[in-house]
């Protein structure tokens, strides 16, 4: 399984972005989006949204209702749309998924996905 962030870019406060997942390879159950942060502590990525094959949706508490994450099962491809960005949305954006849905279902952890993409950089000013 291949996976290839795009999208990222430098936004004001307030403002929207969309952001791309293309995955190849075998079929996947759990698809999400990660970010780590500048200044987070510890340094390691937290779940942002997420999307499994039983159709169930996450969304961490401090993006609900401002991102929206969906997919193109056609496209094998992964969105997470970005509306009303705060500087706090700053972040190294990645892509992950993995193919075995007991594994990765509902799961916010990090060895839950097998496959990562090389992140996507989101910068927002104030």
């Known amino acids: 399984v291949q996976v290839a962030e795009s999208g990222g870019g430098s936004v004001q406060a307030g403002g929207s972005l969309r952001l791309s997942c293309a995955a190849t390879?075998?079929?996947?159950?759990?698809m999400a989006w990660f970010r780590q942060g500048p200044d987070k502590q510890p340094p390691e990525p937290e779940g942002v949204a997420a999307i499994d094959s039983d159709g169930s949706l996450r969304y961490a508490d401090s993006v609900r209702g401002r991102f929206t994450i969906s997919q193109d099962n056609a496209k094998r491809t992964l969105y997470l749309q970005m509306t009303n960005l705060k500087p706090e949305d700053t972040a190294m954006y990645y892509c992950?998924?993995?193919?075995?849905?007991?594994?990765?279902?509902?799961?916010?952890?990090?060895?839950?996905?097998?496959?990562w993409g090389q992140g996507t950089q989101v910068t927002v000013s104030s």
């Open positions: 390879g075998s079929t996947l159950s759990c």
């Open positions: 992950a998924t993995d193919n075995s849905l007991p594994r990765c279902g509902g799961r916010w952890d990090l060895d839950a996905y097998n496959y």
